[in-house]
């Protein structure tokens, strides 16, 4: 197949567009490189891979059939869409909308990278897909969350309306290989905090919880979805609940750091609570993570190892 994937030089975007390559297809990336990385994608010149350089929130035009659109553009962590406040709405509603365009004007089928970021901080645990969500729609993180729901909504409104075959998957906390050293997110802040040896910030108390899914069980999880007849949102994630504090000291034992934690307050309208209830993933999909979370940090920190020089 032939499958165009937008924000395809960044984190995720990268590992899909790999996974995609060694399937034996055609990929079209889409970046407009605000928060992604050309290294990233550098490993796949030379394969069935061709890069445009765009923004999504402008028409967009790929010349020839399409099969399948993932729609990955978007910046994904606090830090981004607090420096980035306006174009991450445009590009959850404008670029959506253009994205979802693409699909319909060539018959293919869509998938929306959604976020459990749409429950906010959740009153209902673990997170269930028929939960409305706890979102504060002015807050500063309200720019990513309702960008995020519109999306769905819009895209809900095409698959009902114009009959477009739409997928929305909502993705937890994801970790692995390509993250930015500077990502803002909890994994590799610590890791990178840790291999300097400097003091491991948490913001809070630490005892706020995450989920943490590695970036390969993610794609699995996307592939499945994609390929399935399913059309209302799954979550895909690692129902395996930790807290921030256990992440940290996980992390310093592992990369054999000399780090001390150090506290700071909590940012505005941090969840406290962030775990997925994957049913729906595991009935539906037959999906459910593998990698476990020594193995998947294994790997991360020797990437980050190798990308710092440590």
């Known amino acids: 197949m032939r499958i165009v994937i937008t924000g395809a030089a960044g984190f995720i975007g990268s590992h899909l567009s790999e996974r995609l390559l ?9 970046d407009n490189l605000i928060t992604g990385d050309l290294a990233n994608i550098a490993h796949l010149t030379g394969r ?34 607090l420096e980035w406040p306006i174009p991450t709405l445009k590009v959850g509603a404008l670029g959506t909308h253009n994205a979802l365009g693409l699909a319909k004007a060539k018959g293919a089928r869509f998938m929306l990278a959604s976020t459990s970021e749409v429950y906010g901080d959740p009153l209902e645990h ?71 040896d400097e003091d491991v910030t948490i913001f809070g108390s630490g005892r706020q919880t995450r989920s943490f899914c590695y970036v390969s069980d993610l794609v699995g999880g996307l592939l ?63 999906w459910e993570p593998k990698v476990t979370l020594e193995e998947g940090l294994t790997s991360t920190i020797e990437y980050f190892r190798t990308k710092m020089g440590t």
């Open 126 to 196: 673990p997170q269930k897909e028929t939960y409305w969500g706890n979102v504060n729609p002015i807050g500063p993180r309200g720019v990513y969350d309702e960008a995020k729901r519109f999306a769905e909504a819009i895209t809900m409104a095409y698959h009902r309306y114009h009959g477009l075959d739409a997928k929305i998957v909502r993705i937890f906390n994801t970790y692995g290989p390509r993250m930015r050293i500077r990502d803002g997110r909890a994994v590799p802040n610590f890791i990178a905090q840790a291999l300097r």
């Open 48 to 81: 069935d891979f061709v890069f445009i350089r765009h923004n999504v929130t402008n028409y967009i035009n790929v010349e020839g059939p399409v099969d399948r659109v993932f729609h990955w553009a978007s910046p994904a962590s606090p830090i981004d869409y």
């Open 224 to 286: 499945a979805l994609m390929d399935s007849d399913v059309n209302e949102p799954v979550n895909i994630g690692n129902p395996h609940e930790m807290s921030i504090e256990e992440m940290a000291r996980l992390i310093i034992r592992m990369t054999g750091s000399k780090s001390q934690i150090v506290f700071q307050p909590l940012p505005v309208d941090d969840p406290q609570v962030r775990q997925p209830d994957i049913t729906k993933a595991r009935t539906l999909l037959g």
């Open 22 to 30: 060694d399937l034996g297809h055609s990929v079209v990336g889409i």
